[in-house]
């Protein structure tokens, strides 16, 4: 006698589609924060500004606690007291914008420049729905030197690096004493974002600091959804499938 597989019940159908639909929403619901790490950066400059060859300081981790916490894909703590912090070694690792008519020095890991006439590019090699950023302003000294950090700068975004988009002033605070990082939000939607510019920057002042102007480090975030629930929704719509598959052939 040949045996006879009943036909999936249709209830069994489904309760797959529809845990199938519940995983799609949760996951969407449940998208998470990740950082970025540009692959890049570049600097425009105007004539009588120059910039050091060693740019990159401020996206290479150079300085943090623990750069691996704000790596690309790593997931944005809720507070930043949880991220890495930024420790300056004074006269090492410079890298900056500056006046060619003062060269006074300076010194730090991060980046130093002057507030005008210049603008930087960071590509962050691949796109990205970006919502914000973490910024460990400049770190160098204390006193006045910490003045030099951003106080105000000019932000645009781009999917090609060609035409830029809604473009919007942001303003940080001085890093303090910890060496912390800030978490500043961006405002309107930028999806699909592969390019990001700063320029028409300012510090803090006072008048001895307005040659230069600075930050130790920089992660872009972005909006991901969770990879894990997207392969299971994945699984059960096609375990439906199958079962509404044969239960068809065998009605």
Not at 176 to 194: C, D, K, R, Y
Not at 230 to 237: E, H, N
């Amino acid at each position: 006698m040949t045996a006879i597989t009943p036909a999936p019940q249709k209830w069994v159908i489904n309760s797959l589609l529809a845990v199938s639909f519940l995983i799609l929403t949760t996951s969407l619901s449940q998208a998470v924060t990740i950082f970025v790490r540009p692959t890049a950066v570049t600097a425009a400059v105007v004539t009588g500004y120059s910039v050091d060859s060693t740019f990159d300081r401020a996206i290479d981790g150079s300085g943090l606690s623990n750069a691996a916490l704000v790596a690309t894909g790593q997931l944005v703590p809720a507070l930043v007291t949880s991220g890495p912090t930024h420790t300056e070694t004074f006269g090492t690792n410079t890298a900056r914008f500056f006046n060619n008519a003062n060269l006074e020095n300076q010194n730090g890991q991060g980046t130093s420049f002057t507030p005008a006439g210049v603008s930087l590019t960071f590509n962050l090699g691949d796109t990205y729905d970006i919502g914000g950023l973490w910024l460990w302003n400049y770190r160098e000294g204390t006193g006045n030197r910490l003045n030099r950090g951003i106080d105000s700068v000019f932000v645009e975004f781009s999917t090609n690096g060609t035409d830029w988009t809604n473009g919007q002033t942001i303003n940080p605070a001085l890093i303090n004493s910890s060496g912390q990082a800030q978490s500043l939000t961006f405002t309107g939607t930028n999806t699909g974002i592969q390019f990001i510019r700063f320029s028409s920057f300012s510090n803090f002042g006072p008048a001895e600091n307005s040659n230069f102007i600075g930050f130790s480090e920089i992660r872009f975030t972005a909006e991901a959804i969770p990879e894990p629930g997207i392969s299971l929704l994945g699984t059960m719509g096609l375990m439906a499938l199958t079962l509404r598959r044969r239960r068809s052939r065998q009605a």
